[in-house]
């Protein structure tokens, strides 16, 4: 009888135990912070945020807790994005009965939402916000797009301290980068981000800032696995904020009927939702929604509101007419809106936080913007391909 190589019986099990095995899911831990995911200038949700939340699943996130939106314009601006974050962010805590959770952004959806939680009562609703390659302090490259406010928002140029040129980020960051001391703060960033230039204006002060060591880009940084051990670590408290502005909270727009102190912390114990959430079944239409413990609660209605303050708590008055600190409708004619907007009519370059006018720098410029368009087309497709494989 023919003997057998021992070689030819133990290749093909070794090729086996080579091969990946997929994570196998955890149970879902309730006891987690629901996480509003805030895509940014251009690429929009689809493909921003899949291999992520995917990982999150992994990690022991309940799917439904992993909230994402595209904004009507993604080429838009605030205050518009500030009240689509509002609107996005009353539907999660209605749909998870949480009056708190959790923020991740990505680029200029970092400013959306940094806006918003100074200047649209979203300070009382965060526990950890992680920006990931956010524009926090502007980028040059945003400079070569005049059209749309978006840009014009992030506008700046290239020295130490730029964005004070853009009346937009002098109001949203001078005070204080991380505004109320219960939220802690992360921003994870790319040295090779070619599209937040300098990369350095991804930095937050007071919060943990952490440079990747992994080759990536401004998209790539969102499929890298040293990006989600960062994120994970953000998520269960990793952050924080350490430059407190003195004084009763000076840096965010204070409003009534919000909490205080902070949320559960991981660990706590928090009644499961009763049912998987389906998409359709998501309130749209203003119906009233019950909460985790069976109250009904209209969108728009925290926990420990009256109803009728519903317009005021959240930061977004029902008729849309501004109002000051006291509820009464502002008088445009006798002063300057609170908060300014550059609008793209008098351009940032009239401020001085442009490009240089010399023909060389106009030409790097133009390359960079033509690498971030093939960069921004390309890594949707290859975060498919990568979740496709696992």
């Known amino acids: 009888m023919a003997r057998i190589s021992p070689l030819r019986l133990w290749f093909p099990a070794a090729i ?9 899911a955890a149970e879902p831990d309730y006891s987690k912070d629901p996480v509003l995911f805030v895509h940014g200038y251009f690429l929009g949700d689809a493909g921003t945020w899949s291999y992520l939340k995917k990982r999150l699943v992994e990690q022991g996130w309940p799917e439904e807790y992993l909230f994402s939106f595209q904004f009507d314009d993604v080429f838009g601006c605030n205050p518009k994005h500030g009240e689509e974050i509002e609107a996005h962010a009353q539907e999660l805590m209605a749909w998870t009965g949480r009056d708190r959770f959790d923020i991740v952004c990505h680029s200029m959806g970092c400013v959306d939402s940094r806006w918003w939680i100074r200047h649209m009562c979203g300070y009382g609703r965060v526990n950890d916000f992680v920006s990931i390659a956010g524009a926090n302090q502007g980028s040059v490259v945003a400079c070569l797009e005049p059209m749309s406010c978006g840009a014009d928002q992030l506008c700046v140029g290239s020295g130490e301290g730029a964005w004070k040129d853009n009346l937009f980020l002098l109001e949203l960051n001078e005070c204080d980068m991380t505004p109320y001391d219960p939220i802690r703060y992360t921003s994870i960033w790319t040295s090779l981000d070619e ?3 300098p990369s350095t204006n991804a ?18 940084i969102l499929s890298n696995e040293e990006t989600v051990g960062h994120l994970v670590a953000a998520l269960d408290g990793g952050g924080k904020n350490d430059n407190v502005a003195a004084g009763p909270q000076p840096c965010v727009d204070l409003c009534d009927g919000l909490p205080i102190e902070p949320g559960p912390e991981a660990g706590d114990v928090v009644e499961e939702p009763g049912a998987s959430p389906d998409s359709s079944a998501l309130p749209t239409d ?6 985790a413990g069976g109250d009904l609660r209209e969108p728009g209605e925290m926990e ?7 317009g005021m708590d959240s930061g977004v008055p029902e008729d849309g007419r ?7 409708e502002a008088d445009s004619s006798e002063a300057p809106p609170l908060h300014p907007i550059r ?8 401020s001085g936080a442009g490009l240089s006018d ?4 106009q030409s790097s410029a133009l390359l960079v913007l033509l690498l971030s368009v093939l960069s921004s087309w390309m890594a949707p497709r290859i975060l498919r391909a990568r979740i496709g494989k696992n």
């Open 16 to 24: 086996v135990l080579l091969l990946p095995i997929a994570p196998a």
């Open 195 to 197: 599209i937040v230039v």
């Open 203 to 220: 930095v937050l002060d007071g919060a943990v800032n952490i440079e990747v060591e992994a080759v990536v880009g401004h998209a790539l």
């Open 286 to 291: 203003g119906a009233s929604t019950p909460d």
């Open 304 to 310: 420990g509101s009256d109803s009728g303050q519903q």
């Open 322 to 328: 501004a109002v000051d600190s006291q509820g009464a």
């Open 343 to 350: 609008r793209s009519d008098g351009g940032c370059r009239s």
């Open 358 to 361: 010399s023909p060389g720098a």
